[in-house]
């Protein structure tokens, strides 16, 4: 298989436990394919969280693999840091930086790459994530929308193969949850390969190419969202029954 | 909910925002020199640049509200003790100066330098010890600064949602107990937060980092800083 042709990221059998005897997360399988836009849902309690510091190399697997790109990285927990970018659910906890700018840097400096490259990245990841109004300001004066998508930028800007969302619509009201939505969409029209955390399903589900429903730490259900979309209340997934598909989502043309 | 302002970073271009950080420092330890043992008059007039650049770095002291008034009850306290120690109005006008320089310093450097410059330049100078990690010993002290700030919003975050619920006035230090141990429980989490996204961004606390340069503004600062100490010396001494 080419390397294009594979899936990005694949899990064989993970599992998670504070301790061993007792996984919190239990056999999770699934694949994401390259360039699509994925959703990891599911009620509170399900190991969703967990199961994203796992993918990134926060939390270590007790057992199973990880691949990405092909390549088992199951015990290359800095190698996953480096190659999965993931966006916290509080962005808050995520900028760490004194000025926009500075958040942006912070991890091209960590990266140790030459200067000029980072300020091509800083300004072309800027002008993508429209911030450059914002760039000297101070994080915490942003608004939730905007630190939303400084979290985002932090991140984007160290080119992970993977951009992993923690409920990105978190705590943010109509206007700001357009503005990620537009941003997701134009991440994922640029080619990038992401994976959304979220139990918001109505907010985005019309865009979603794969849905994994995770309940009590295993994976339910997985596939598209117009196969899986009756399965969703079963699992404790609220979806507006009366809606179409294509009509679930806050972005409206 | 408000955010606590007092010792965070302001990015602007005012004289100390352009001066290197170890100049700063350099010049805040020369200055505690006299001002550790200063009567009032001296400590009058080491005060009085620290309050010139307080006004050229526009500090927002109204801004500040809450934490102020933890200071001011600090000195409060120390005015208290020290009268009773020697009953001398002059020296505990003193002390309550040489306090007020110090919180000064210390709200003028933190306004003016970001914890990641600080540990730019002490990590430079560190690193040329032998046998010393000098940037693993910058970065835990860019670390500790950034921790003041939060560990004032979350005192605030737990207070303001203690008041929200009523709280009755019980035995103080019950009081205070059960204060200290939502605070620490909080910051406490917080900081596995902060951690987990410091290494989510590959932050290595070893990493060598790029050296700040000097310019004209550290060489005024360290002059004047200097000049004003050599100047009040023979006072102390």
Redesign the interface.
């Known amino acids: 298989m080419k390397r294009e042709e594979e899936p990005i990221l694949q899990l064989e059998g993970l599992s998670f436990g504070f301790e061993t005897a007792k996984p919190i997360l239990k056999e999770i399988s699934f694949a994401i394919e390259r360039g699509s836009l994925s959703l990891i849902t599911g009620p509170n309690g399900s190991g969703k969280s967990l199961l994203l510091k796992c993918i990134k190399g926060l939390l270590k697997p007790t057992a199973g693999t990880i691949l990405l790109e092909g390549e088992d990285l199951t015990h290359h927990g800095k190698a996953r840091l480096r190659s999965i970018g993931l966006v916290f659910q509080d962005s808050e906890t995520q900028i760490v930086g004194q000025t926009v700018e500075r958040d942006i840097l912070f991890g091209l400096e960590n990266l140790q790459l030459p200067l000029p490259v980072q300020r091509q990245r800083l300004d072309d990841v800027v002008a993508l994530l429209d911030l450059t109004k914002q760039l000297k300001q101070r994080p915490r004066a942003l608004s939730g929308g905007e630190k939303r998508r400084l979290s985002i930028a932090g991140v984007l800007v160290m080119e992970p193969k993977l951009l992993i969302m923690d409920e990105p619509f978190a705590n943010l009201d109509y206007p700001s949850v357009v503005q990620v939505l537009k941003t997701l969409l134009r991440l994922r029209n640029e080619g990038h390969t992401i994976i959304l955390v979220s139990h918001e399903v109505e907010k985005i589900l019309a865009y979603i190419d794969k849905v994994i429903i995770l309940e009590g730490g295993t994976v339910a259900a997985q596939g598209p969202p117009s196969l899986l979309r009756p399965l969703f209340k079963e699992h404790g997934v609220y979806v507006p029954e009366e809606c179409a598909l294509e009509d679930l989502t806050w972005l409206k043309p | 909910m408000a955010?606590a302002l007092i010792f965070?970073?302001?990015?602007q271009r005012a004289f100390l925002n352009r001066c290197n950080p170890l100049a700063k420092v350099a010049s805040v330890l020369i200055l505690l020199i006299p001002l550790a043992r200063a009567p009032y008059k001296l400590a009058l007039i080491l005060l009085l640049p620290l309050v010139v650049l307080s006004l050229t770095q526009r500090l927002p002291l109204r801004r500040y509200g809450k934490e102020l008034t933890f200071f001011f009850f600090m000195a409060v306290i120390i005015a208290i003790t020290e009268y009773l120690a020697t009953r001398s109005p002059l020296g505990t006008l003193a002390a309550c100066l040489r306090f007020l320089a110090i919180i000064l310093c210390g709200m003028l450097l933190a306004d003016s330098t970001?914890?990641?410059d600080l540990a730019r330049s002490l990590g430079s100078v560190l690193s040329k010890i032998p046998f010393v990690d000098g940037w693993a010993i910058a970065s835990s002290i860019e670390l500790t600064i950034?921790m003041v700030p939060l560990i004032f919003d979350v005192t605030n975050q737990v207070t303001t949602a203690r008041k929200a619920r009523m709280e009755r006035n019980r035995h103080p230090i019950r009081n205070l107990t059960s204060l200290g141990e939502s605070i620490f429980t909080l910051l406490l989490d917080?900081a596995e937060?902060?951690a987990?996204?410091?290494?989510?961004?590959?932050?290595?606390p070893s990493?060598a980092?790029?050296a700040l340069p000097y310019s004209a503004p550290d060489f005024w600062l360290t002059i004047g800083t200097v000049s004003l100490v050599i100047l009040t010396l023979p006072f102390v001494l």
Do not use: Q
């Open positions: 955010e965070h970073y302001r990015e970001a914890p990641d950034s917080r937060e902060l987990w996204a410091l290494d989510a961004r590959s932050f290595d990493r980092r790029r």
